[in-house]
Nanobody, 115 residues
Framework: QVQLVESGGGLVQPGGSLRLSCAAS????????MGWYRQAPGKQRELVAV???????NYADSVKGRFTISRDNAKNMAYLQMNSLKPEDTAVYHC?????????WGQGTQVTVSS
C-alpha cells in the first residue's frame, strides 16, 4: 500500500522560509521522479518542483530561485525548501510521483503566508 505523508507546513510571514518533507512508503522510491504540487483555494493543483531519479531538478517559473527540491533515496524522503515566501504561495502542498502514474494523494500540508 502506497503512502505519501507530507509535513512541515505552517503559518509564516512574507519573506519567511519553510521546509516541507514527504515520506514515501510502499514504493521503490529511487525509481521514481518525484514532484511537489500545490493547490490554492479555488484553483487547480499545479506542479511546482520536480526532481528526477538522477537528481535533476525543474521548477515552475513562479517559484524558480526561491524553492529548492531535494531527495534522500536511502530514507525514501523528498523535501522542498521554500524561501522568500509570498502570500501567493499559500496553498496545500502535496508530493507525488510525476507523470501519468500518480499514486493516491496524501493529506498534504498547509502553507499559509500572511502578515
Amino acid at each position: 500500500q502506497v503512502q505519501l505523508v507530507e509535513s512541515g507546513g505552517g503559518l509564516v510571514q512574507p519573506g519567511g522560509s519553510l521546509r516541507l518533507s514527504c515520506a514515501a512508503s510502499g514504493i521503490i522510491f529511487s525509481r521514481y521522479d518525484m514532484g511537489w504540487y500545490r493547490q490554492a483555494p479555488g484553483k487547480q493543483r499545479e506542479l511546482v518542483a520536480v526532481i528526477t531519479r538522477s537528481g535533476q531538478t525543474n521548477y515552475a517559473d513562479s517559484v524558480k530561485g526561491r524553492f529548492t527540491i531535494s531527495r534522500d533515496n536511502a530514507k525514501n524522503m523528498a523535501y522542498l525548501q521554500m524561501n522568500s515566501l509570498k502570500p501567493e504561495d499559500t496553498a496545500v502542498y502535496h508530493c507525488n510521483t510525476v507523470g501519468s502514474n500518480l499514486y493516491p494523494w496524501g493529506q498534504g500540508t498547509q502553507v499559509t503566508v500572511s502578515s
